[in-house]
């Protein structure tokens, strides 16, 4: 069965340091996704992607994060100055068409900044 | 600001055992609620999509109803297993029916004991 994969499993850097997250969308997926979990707390969401640009977002994606897709399988999330508060697990998610279809989600990037 | 509220927090329960978890939401206007099921440090994985016309959908053990009158929404499960346990979290986009942002409740923690 078709997954999401996401690597790293677990990244550690240190404050001030950019750092990169990568995904495998499903391959006939066409809308992607990057929400992120503070642990002990909610998923929250931070960015919806399709036809490579950014189609919808949240406050806490601010200029300190980017997404691209820079080939046709993988989707990245750049995190440029990292924050000790931007230690949390990372999910990748993507779905067929858009806002009604199932998303599926990824194992995650457990982020550790130090 | 839309609100995705859930209870019990947590629940213990024995393995066999039937259990109700609850959901209240506030978006307006209503496109879809989902019901997902995260295992601790792991992605999220669907377990219900309900729309507005349907107001009960089964999943296996898992049975979801929705009462869009009074924005409630329920996941039953059925004789309960040792691999039930998991985080069960209600999930609806943030802004009606074109928003690809999923909102996600806090969740209910659910333990199953032999």
């Known amino acids: 069965e078709p997954e999401v994969t996401q690597t790293p499993s677990h990244q550690v850097t240190q404050m001030g340091q950019e750092v990169i997250l990568r995904c495998v969308p499903i391959s006939n997926h066409l809308y992607f996704y990057w929400y992120r979990q503070i642990l002990g707390q909610k998923v929250e969401f931070l960015v919806s992607?399709?036809?490579?640009?950014?189609?919808?977002k949240s406050e806490i994606f601010d200029d300190q994060f980017s997404v691209e897709r820079p080939d046709g399988s993988n989707f990245t999330l750049k995190i440029r100055s990292t924050k000790l508060e931007d230690s949390a697990m990372y999910f990748c998610a993507s779905s067929e068409q858009g806002a009604t279809y199932e998303q599926y989600f990824g194992p995650g990037t457990r982020l550790t900044v130090t | 600001k839309n609100q995705v509220e859930q209870s019990p927090q947590s629940l213990i329960i024995l393995e066999g055992k039937n259990c109700t978890l609850q959901?209240?939401?506030?978006?307006?206007?209503?496109?879809?609620l989902r019901w997902y099921k995260q295992d601790t440090g792991r992605g999220p994985v669907s377990l219900t999509i309900?729309?507005?016309?349907?107001n009960t959908k089964s999943n296996g053990r898992y049975t979801a109803t929705l009462d869009a009158d009074t924005k409630q929404s329920s996941l039953h499960i059925t004789a309960s297993q040792l691999s039930d346990s998991a985080s069960y979290i209600c999930v609806v986009p943030a802004q009606g029916a074109g928003s690809y942002q999923l909102t996600f409740g806090k969740g209910t923690k659910l333990s199953v004991i032999p």
């Open positions: 309900m729309t507005f016309s349907e």
């Open positions: 959901c209240n939401y506030t978006v307006s206007p209503f496109s879809n």
């Open positions: 992607f399709y036809n490579n640009e950014i189609s919808e």
